[in-house]
């Protein structure tokens, strides 16, 4: 108990010993993971984007013209089920279409409500069994007299699907090239404090001192450091993004019809990581710069 | 007890010390004495594991400290206490403190480092300078804490690397006097030094090095074979 307290008394006192050095190193891990934060929150949203156009998008919408009615538009879809490789086939009037927009903006849904007329057109809703059969029930659908358009987005998807995959892995790529650097950073910056100390050490050693004993502050002081960085980044990234979120989700969903990941799904799991992250890195890069220090 | 068994240590190609022998008993007072080079600092480097030789035993208090595994470095550098010419006191705290420094190391008591730490500075003649810092003491008192540091803890031996190095003669008595005191309470000192005068009158036991081996070890003896006084 007085080891552990004495440790981290004298950590609390390097830190403020060694404020220019402490601070460069929280500079550069809270910058670190404020980057960690960016390509985190980028990657969520893609991700979401993706699982969006996918569970919208695999259906093919066949829009009607506008004077087909209600009945015959019905009719249509029954006839529509009749096709090969058909798995389900709905009629959608001008209202419903409305409605599921409506719905799929959520709160800011309201600002459909300043519409003057429903400029949406009603449609049949066909899934196929696999969406490599979509090319051949278009051929097919595209026969019917009531057909104003077909619209399907299998390429679109695929492309998607593709181009959210690059930009997940460039991000981590990223993410990991970041978190070697800032090891080093933070192992130098400790380093530094350790040969400032080169001499209270040596007496340390020679007085008796056990390896933990002279290394514990310094181990104590790298976790302080990531811990600190790891508040400050998590509370800049979150205002960051709740402010962003504010701002954009309305514009989101107009662009790419999808909402943006919620601000308490971001901040719960940024907390981990950056804590996570900032305290191994802390750790870590004393542990490292102490190591060849501590032998003999 | 001390004892070297045969020690050889070489640094490349260079013998530092060579089939060293010699015991020293618990609370004697012995001078090593000797020209540069003759491998006086390499004896305490060894005694201190801060090197291992590469032939030889280095037994101490029954203890063979050339197989002892690092985990218990730190216990045993504790029985033995160290001072040396440049005192190295951190700057930075004050008298008490530097010594107080030494007992935190071995997680000692507060109460143990109120009572330990004024005692080892009546004892050195320094209790009403505890709040003093370093750069306020003159050379000798310097010295002094840096004698009630390796002493705080007790050791059975006390290492003074030439602690009169640096010090005018008069001041370097008053050193001299506090490890004889030290010795006459019990405290094994083994002393590195090149101050003829004080082997001279001191009367004690003196081991003399030329290039790595003992020439000379003489109870009562003087710095030089025929410089007696």
Known sequence: MGAFSYTVRQAFSQIGRNKNMSSASIFSITAMLLVVGLFFSIMVNVNLMAKNAEDQFDTISVYLKDTVTAEQGMELAEQ???IENVAD???LSKDDAMAIMKERWGENGYLLDGVPSNPLPASVEVTAVALEDEDKIVQELNKFDAVDEVRFYRDAIEKVMTISGYIQKGALAIIIILLIV????VANTVKLTVHAREEEIHIMKYVGATNWFVRGPFFVEGILIGLISSILAVVIVGFAYYKFTELFTPRFLILFNSGMVPFDFIIQNLIIIFVALGVCIGALGSILSMRRFLDA | MIEFKGVTKKYGNNF???GLDF???DGEFVFIVGPSGAGKSTIIKLIMKEVDPDKGAIVIDGREVTRLPNRFIPEHRRKVGIVFQDCRLLPKKTAYENIKFAMDIVHASKRKIKRQVPKVLTLVGLEDKGNYYPHQLSAGEQQRVAIARALVNSP?????????????PETAWGIMEILERINEKGTTVLMVTHAKEIVNRMNKRVIDLRDGRIVRDEEEG????????
């Open chain 1, 80 to 82: 529509i089920k009749m």
């Open chain 1, 89 to 91: 086939a709905q009629y």
């Open chain 1, 182 to 185: 800032s090891l080093i950073v």
């Open chain 2, 16 to 18: 530092a010390v060579k």
């Open chain 2, 23 to 25: 015991a020293i008993e």
């Open chain 2, 156 to 168: 059975s031996v006390l290492i003074a690397d030439e602690p009169t190095g640096n010090l005018d």
């Open chain 2, 222 to 229: 003087a710095y030089k074979k025929d410089g007696r006084i």
